[in-house]
């Protein structure tokens, strides 16, 4: 077997598909292009569905959906999907500019707290690989909570 194309078509496919996540496949601009006039604000149920993340839909039932699944049912009306909205798109669509705001400052604060809590055990080997993980992993969106849970 022999594999064909070189450095320079692996170049240009990633660079093609790079271009269509950040424009037309881009969940973040579809929610900031159609809320609130064509698709109503959601008023918190995105992130309603974070308390549920470790309880399976078999025991709960109808889970609260979180904000990518929302993103495709709703914004490009694909059901069996989900297309993640960004951490500011999701906060947009939940509660206007204002949840802009909010949102950041919640997450400004989470992450204030998990640096005080690497300074006061910075020798503990565990707690530098939550804060790591933690730095690079977890974003305040929906699905980006659920990945970082969920791992």
């Known amino acids: ?3 064909e194309g070189g450095l320079k078509d692996w170049a240009v496919r990633a660079i093609e598909e790079l271009e ?3 424009g037309a496949n881009n969940g973040q601009l579809a929610i900031l292009g159609r ?3 064509d698709v109503p604000y959601l ?3 995105s992130y309603l569905s974070i308390p549920f993340v470790f309880v ?3 025991v709960w039932g109808a889970k609260p959906e ?3 699944k929302l993103n495709a049912i709703r914004i490009y009306d694909q059901p ?3 297309i993640p909205p960004g951490a500011v798109g999701e906060a947009y669509w939940n509660f206007s500019y204002p949840g802009i705001v909010l949102v950041f400052l919640v997450y400004g604060v989470f992450l204030k707290w998990v640096a005080c809590a690497y300074h006061a055990n910075a020798g503990h080997s565990l707690i530098m ?3 790591v993980y933690s730095l690079f992993y977890l974003q305040p969106t929906t699905p980006s909570i659920y990945g970082f849970f969920m791992q």
């Open 1 to 3: 077997m022999q594999l």
């Open 20 to 22: 269509r996540h950040a």
């Open 35 to 37: 809320v609130p006039h």
């Open 43 to 45: 008023y918190g149920e």
């Open 56 to 58: 399976p839909s078999a």
């Open 66 to 68: 979180a904000g990518g």
């Open 80 to 82: 069996l999907t989900a």
């Open 129 to 131: 690989v939550i804060f």
